[in-house]
């Protein structure tokens, strides 16, 4: 059976109904880096998301190859994860300013 990331670690995929603070532990992500509105229909943003979900199930589905990846184990592909921020804004974002923004996407 597959393992699936949000059954086994659901204390951070499922959130309470009361906001709090948790530590996520060290993981192994696979990211994209880049800046831009993200709807923009030829932006980087959608370009990155596309080249990071390649890359997802490309490695899912190495399993079937000729090529054994070390460690590699059957896994359900994680939700998309998203880093937002706009340089000289501490608290907060110009939404009207969407092509000043930086992101980190993280599966």
């Not at 831009?36 to 080249?51: A, F, S, V």
């Not at 390649?54 to 939700?79: N, Q």
Request: aromatic share 16%.
């Amino acid at each position: 059976m597959a393992f699936d990331y949000k059954k086994e670690y659901k204390e951070f995929y499922m959130p309470k109904n009361k906001p709090s603070i948790i530590t996520i532990p060290k993981m192994n992500y696979i990211a994209v880096r880049g800046k831009g509105n993200p709807n923009d229909e030829n932006g980087e943003y959608k370009q990155t998301i596309g080249l990071l979900y390649a890359i997802a199930f490309t490695i899912k589905m190495s399993y079937k190859g000729t090529h054994k990846i070390d460690g590699y184990f059957e896994y359900v592909v994680p939700p998309l994860e998203g880093f937002w921020w706009q340089k000289g804004m501490k608290d907060s974002i110009d939404y009207n300013n969407k092509d000043q923004l930086n992101f980190i996407s993280i599966i």
